[in-house]
Structures are given as structure tokens and as C-alpha cells.
């Protein structure tokens, strides 16, 4: 590593010449850092239970536009029926709302996440 060249401002802030190779380093290493710490924070998230690991196959169906409702609980390995008993709903309006053909209200939604703790931000 080089040695700086430190110049003074007329107005009193002092400024860093270094080569353009140095600088990409230090911007480099910065986006390194930043990852790490992303990386460390999602790991005490799922250590503190805060988030969970979902298996590929999982996210993609539902990166691909399956239902979202649908996909949360065939991983729940829960039934309609399951499902739809403890969000306190009817199967057959839950059967609707996964088959696209009606939308949940906002308190079904609600009601829906916490049966599949989830936060309602996973379904909607």
C-alpha cells in the first residue's frame, strides 16, 4: 500500500489522494463487511427463532407465483381442512382462496398467518 497524499482545503477539510486500485480495495472490503454483518444478523435471527430456513423447492413455488396460502401449508403439512379449523374459516372457503377464485379478507389473512405462524406479510 502506498502512502497517501493529504491535502488541506482553502476551506479546512482535509482530503485523501490515493491510487484508484486502493480505493476499489477499500470499497471492496467495505461490501465485504457489509455482507458478514447481514450474514451475522440473519444467524442470530433464526438462532433466536425469529426466522426460519424454508427448503428451496418452497420458496421457488412461491417465487413463481403459486398461491402463497397454499405453499405455507403443504410445508405445515397441514390439510385444508387442518387449516382451515384452526384459522377458525370453512374448508371450502379456504379451497377458494388457494385456487385464486376469492380473496381473503384482511382478518381471514391475519387468521391464516397465525395458523401457520407466519407473519401476515408472508401471505399478502
Not at 493529504?6 to 472490503?29: F, H, K
Request: a negative charge; one cysteine or more; charged letters at 30%.
Amino acid at each position: 500500500m502506498s502512502h497517501p497524499q493529504i491535502i488541506d482545503t482553502p476551506g479546512g477539510e482535509r482530503m485523501v489522494v490515493l491510487p484508484l486500485s486502493e480505493y476499489e480495495q477499500l470499497c471492496a472490503a467495505a461490501e465485504d463487511l457489509m455482507d458478514v454483518q447481514a450474514y451475522d444478523k440473519a444467524k442470530q435471527r433464526l438462532a433466536a427463532g425469529e426466522d426460519e430456513m424454508v427448503p428451496a423447492a418452497f420458496a421457488d413455488r412461491i417465487l413463481d407465483g403459486e398461491n402463497k396460502v397454499r405453499v405455507w401449508r403443504e410445508y405445515r403439512t397441514l390439510s385444508v381442512k387442518e387449516l382451515a379449523e384452526r384459522a377458525e374459516i370453512s374448508a371450502a372457503y379456504l379451497s377458494q382462496i388457494e385456487n385464486g377464485d376469492r380473496e381473503g379478507s384482511v382478518s381471514t389473512m391475519k387468521a391464516l398467518a397465525a395458523a401457520l405462524s407466519l407473519d401476515l406479510d408472508d401471505l399478502v
